[in-house]
């Protein structure tokens, strides 16, 4: 066994020759032209693949784009139609407050009208209409008296009356002078408090 040490250790200690250092440079040599071919090959494989595969790919994505923007648009339309709905309702109710308030408040000014008017002795609508009914009875009454012919009406008499010969043009003179009201007495003006 220790001879074996030996020859191992001279194999070791021994230098190479030029000979197995040229066959060892040339089996290195060969091995990385081959990984390189390998890498070569491979990246052209990779890229044919990528070039076959890429259209193919680029396609399924634009699809799955497209079919995603149609399920975003379909959502939005649909948030968008829930909130212009809501807005509408909101609307509505605010329109139907706004109303009802408005006509609460021109019933509460029509009743306060009607009473101002009430105490101040102006006939209200009623009393007109209740009116009207009775100058309807009253004139079927004066048909039926006279004999079916209906009453001649009177017209309005005039305020001013004309003088027959004026035609119509105003006189430098007044014929008749209104008489004027008397006048309200003057209140008496207020006394400045005095210095003591």
Do not use: C, H
């Not at 809501?86 to 509505?92: H, I, L, M, T, Y």
């Not at 101040?120 to 009775?134: C, I, N, T």
């Amino acid at each position: 066994m220790a001879k074996l040490k030996k020859t191992a250790r001279a194999k070791a200690n021994a230098k190479p020759s030029a000979a197995d250092l040229q066959a060892r440079a040339e089996q290195l040599s060969r091995s990385i032209m081959g990984s390189a071919q390998q890498i070569w090959a491979a990246g052209i494989g990779a890229f044919q693949r990528a070039q076959n595969e890429g259209s193919k790919l680029f396609e399924a994505l634009v699809r799955e784009g497209m079919s995603l923007e149609t399920s975003t648009r379909k959502l939005a339309t649909g948030k968008v139609d829930a909130v212009r709905d809501a807005v509408e309702d909101r609307v509505g109710v605010v329109r139907e407050r706004a109303a009802d308030t408005w006509d609460r408040l021109e019933k509460v000014f029509e009743e306060r009208v009607q009473r101002a008017l009430n105490r101040l002795g102006v006939p209200g609508k009623e009393d007109l209409d209740e009116l009207g009914a009775r100058v309807d009875a009253l004139t079927s009454e004066l048909r039926k008296l006279s004999g079916g012919k209906a009453p001649a009406r009177k017209k309005a008499a005039r305020k001013a009356t004309r003088r027959p010969g004026s035609l119509g043009k105003k006189s430098a003179t007044k014929a008749t002078a209104r008489p004027r009201k008397p006048a309200l007495p003057k209140a008496p003006r207020p006394v400045p408090p005095q210095e003591a």
